[in-house]
C-alpha cells in the first residue's frame, strides 16, 4: 500500500506561488554557498594537517631508506655491482588522498531563472521539481551533506 501512495505521489503535481518558489530557492542558494563555503575552509584546514602528516611521516622514511641505501652500497660486492640496475629509487610517490567539497550554486541558478522568466504568477512543479526546488533534496545532496560533513566544525 505504501509503495502505491509512494508511487501516486511521484506522478502528481503542484501549484505554488512563483514569489514565494523564487523566495525559497534563494534561501536554499544562500545556505548551499554558506555549508559550501565551511566546507572549503575545513577541507583546507584538514588538507594541511594531512598534507603536514605525509611529510612527516616522508621524512622519516626517506631518513630510513637513506640509511639503508648507503649501507647497501658500502656492503655492495663486485658481482652485486655488475647485477646493480642503473638507477635507485630514494623517494617513493607520495600522495594524499580527500574528497573535495563541490558547489551547486548553479543548479539554483537555474531553477531561479526559470521561475524569474516564467510569466505566470503561479507555476506547476512535479514531484521531483518540488523535491529539489522546495524540499532542497537534489539529487546530490547526499554526497555534498555527506563531504561537508568532514571538513565542518563539530
Not at 12 to 20: A, C, D, G, L, M
Not at 64 to 93: C, F, G, P, W, Y
Not at 139 to 146: C, L, M, N, P, V
Amino acid at each position: 500500500m505504501a509503495q502505491m501512495v509512494r508511487r501516486d505521489q511521484e506522478n502528481r503535481t503542484v501549484e505554488v506561488n512563483r514569489e514565494k518558489l523564487l523566495e525559497t530557492l534563494n534561501l536554499n542558494k544562500s545556505k548551499h554557498i554558506k555549508d559550501y563555503l565551511e566546507a572549503k575552509e575545513g577541507y583546507r584546514t584538514v588538507l594541511l594537517e594531512k598534507v603536514e602528516a605525509a611529510f612527516a611521516d616522508a621524512r622519516s622514511s626517506l631518513e630510513q631508506k637513506h640509511l639503508r641505501v648507503k649501507r647497501q652500497i658500502s656492503e655492495m660486492t663486485d658481482a652485486e655491482i655488475e647485477k646493480q640496475r642503473d638507477n635507485i629509487t630514494i623517494v617513493d610517490s607520495i600522495s594524499v588522498e580527500m574528497r573535495v567539497p563541490r558547489c551547486y550554486d548553479k543548479e539554483y541558478d537555474a531553477a531561479i531563472d526559470m521561475a524569474k522568466w516564467d510569466v505566470r504568477e503561479t507555476l506547476e512543479l512535479t514531484h521531483a521539481e518540488f523535491t529539489c526546488f522546495v524540499r532542497d533534496q537534489w539529487d546530490w545532496t547526499s554526497e555534498f551533506t555527506a563531504i561537508s560533513a568532514m571538513y565542518l566544525k563539530g
